[in-house]
Nanobody, 121 residues
Framework: QVQLVESGGGLGQPGGSLRLSCAAS????????MAWYRQAPGKQRELVAL???????NYADSVKGRFTISRDNAKNSVYLQMNSLKPEDTAIYYC???????????????WGQGTLVTVSS
């Protein structure tokens, strides 16, 4: 069984910073891509940032230069450093792990439960 557990959400002030963490647990060999998505009220879920096992990254235009994704492959963890927060960053943030290679040779995809980020003064 593979699970993703997120932490670090909460209330941030405009211009401030928050850091999200996500750790995958289970009989994992490696994870090809780890990403953060977000869903604001009344909107569709959107990709915020992703990082491949080789270190390649992709960011949504709306967060470029403000958010930084990083990961620790040894810990099967991914992080999102969010700086210069804006009210429009308010959303539920979801961790995603795609092409999780299990030690059994199977592949899975998993989502975290989501963590709420609210940006308000």
């Amino acid at each position: 069984q593979v699970q993703l557990v997120e932490s670090g959400g909460g209330l941030g002030q405009p211009g401030g910073s928050l850091r999200l963490s996500c750790a995958a647990s289970g009989n994992i060999f490696n994870i090809n891509t780890m990403a953060w998505y977000r869903q604001a009220p009344g909107k569709q879920r959107e990709l915020v940032a992703l990082m491949t096992i080789g270190g390649g990254t992709n960011y949504a235009d709306s967060v470029k230069g403000r958010f930084t994704i990083s990961r620790d492959n040894a810990k099967n963890s991914v992080y999102l450093q969010m700086n210069s927060l804006k009210p429009e960053d308010t959303a539920i943030y979801y961790c995603n792990a795609a092409r999780i290679l299990l030690r059994s040779g199977s592949y899975l995809e998993r989502w975290g439960q989501g963590t709420l980020v609210t940006v308000s003064s």
